[in-house]
């Protein structure tokens, strides 16, 4: 497993931006596949995106698609989200997971998580 901090949450009004950063704490993301993960009080935690190792491939739920971005930076061991236009529906506590192994998207699938960061959309 690998350690990993979320950081970027906030609050932010609808039509707003925000990007999240997941960082590998004292240990290299190389090799991982990583994903995004939101949950709130009332719904289990659903899949939002998902990149390969490379960032060649990107994989996105139908409610965020052209509207979020996952991306990554090996070299600083770091994976975002870059979440646009944003709604109060995707207001939930966001999850960052990694996996060694092909791009997934069942939050079975990861081995290590972040603790989580809140972001709250206000209409």
């Known amino acids: 497993q690998v350690p990993l901090v979320e950081s970027g949450g906030g609050l932010v009004q609808a039509g707003g931006s925000l990007r999240l950063s997941c960082a590998a704490s004292?240990?290299?993301?190389?090799?991982?596949?990583a994903g995004w993960f939101r949950q709130t009080p009332e719904k289990e935690r659903e899949f939002v995106a998902a990149i390969n190792w490379s960032g060649a491939n990107t994989n996105y739920a139908d409610s965020v698609k052209g509207r979020f971005t996952i991306s990554r930076d090996n070299a600083k061991n770091t994976v975002y989200l870059q979440m646009n236009s944003l709604k109060p529906e995707d207001t939930a506590v966001y999850y960052c997971?990694?996996?060694?192994?092909?791009?997934?998207?069942?939050?079975?699938?990861?081995?290590?998580w972040g603790q989580g960061t809140q972001v709250t959309v206000s209409s």
């Open positions: 997971a990694a996996r060694l192994g092909p791009i997934a998207t069942m939050s079975s699938e990861f081995r290590s």
């Open positions: 004292g240990r290299t993301l190389s090799g991982y596949a």
